[in-house]
């Protein structure tokens, strides 16, 4: 067991400790400093102290793993022996924290929008910009909940409806409503708790959670978590080595997932400009590198996570060289369905179909990827038109699912995308629509 006086020694470039996580532990980064992704001052900055408040956030859980040898791992602290950082609170963080300490109660958020304003008062703006930006001029993003306003009811009297069950199943599974929670990366920029928060909430409310690939917590703890016998799905950004890919496939597989939403719609990351302005800003605190912050301006930095710098994750975690070809390759290393996640129109879910793929989620990642991508609401019509007409298929079919994503914040847009031929929808922490 090291003491924190001890740590607190290694406080400049020539000797450089850390402590990081939970169980306390220090690491030696003197050599990492100049390699570190993030540049070597904002390191610098937790020299010889207590990094995780800030670390944790923004990293993937295995940052440190995957990037640090196994001899600069030193061993344990003792927790009370390590001094709290000073973080200088600026009066714009000391409003912001004043807000969350009279946020609403939950009771009183009656819907979407409220949850959505309430969160842009109380998040750090860090989050608040990889939350809610959207690729370019976001014209998708707005698009997508605006479809559904273009569609009405034609609603049908003196029908008995004193009992209506909602409950359905999705992929042969059961579910209270005709939704799922979706993919989202990084979930502990909104909460300590991130993704376990939604893992619980499924559980309780009898609805299913789609585990993302870049999650804040590793995919086992999330595992851990669930309740027995409560249904996950996983979803799988392919990474350029495919032996990743398989790992991550076949450890879902053994671990007892249902079914693999691979993420089709992400060749490269989406231009989104809301957070590339905060990186700008970000390398301008931190960094002393211009070369980044021009990268970062033009969008030609090979960020290619889920988040756009500030959120890191390996730039390797998307492949542009994604093609049919290794949809084929997954269906012959895994028993699980897979349904694309992000098809945008119906010649793909055709070939999806033709590929004995399990579904489709009409999507365009919220707008996040593709400005001026079609909404998946308009997108479903036209492919249950053509399925109809080459295929004979009739919506909602068991053996070729539909889902909806993008703009869904209330239960009449399920209630559309269901009527419509969907499986289930998207909730903005994602519930997808299985039309
Ligand atoms: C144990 C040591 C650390 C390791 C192994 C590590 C690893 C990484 C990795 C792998 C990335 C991103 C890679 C990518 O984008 O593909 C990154 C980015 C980043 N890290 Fe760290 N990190 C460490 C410590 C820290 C600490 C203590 C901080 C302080 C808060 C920090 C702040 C950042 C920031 C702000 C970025 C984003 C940089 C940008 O987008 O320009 N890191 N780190
Ligand atoms: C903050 C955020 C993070 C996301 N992360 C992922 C991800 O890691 N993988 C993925 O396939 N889709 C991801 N998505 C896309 C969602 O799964 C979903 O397709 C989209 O949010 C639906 O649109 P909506 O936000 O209008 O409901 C993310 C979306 C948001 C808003």
Known sequence: MLSGKEVAQHDSKESC???VHGEWHVYDVTEFLDEHPGGSKIILKYAGKDATAEYDPIHPPDAIKTNLPKEKHLGPVQPDTV????VETTDEEKARLERVENKPALAEILNLHDFEYVARQIMPEKAWAYFSSAAEDEITMREN?????RIWFRPRILRDVTNVDYSTKILGHNSSMPIYISAAALGKLGHPDGELNLTRAAAKHGIIQMIPTLASFSFDEIVDNAQPGQVQFFQLYVNKNREVARRLVEQAEARGIKALFITVDSAQLGRREKALQLIQDMNQEHTSDPSKVTKAQLGTSNVTQEASKPMPAPSTVLDPGLCW???VWFKSITKMPIILKGVQCWEDALEAYDQGLAGCVLSNHGG????????????LAECVKYLKEKRGLTFPNEKFQLF??????????????VALGATAGKLCVKININT
């Open 17 to 19: 400790w850390i402590i």
């Open 83 to 86: 001094e709290k950082v000073e």
């Open 145 to 149: 909940h605006a479809a559904f306003h």
């Open 325 to 327: 070809k290794d949809i």
């Open 368 to 379: 996040r990827q593709l400005d001026f991508s079609r909404s998946g609401i308009e997108v």
């Open 404 to 417: 909806v994503d993008g703009g869904v914040r209330r239960a009449t847009d399920v209630l559309k995308a």
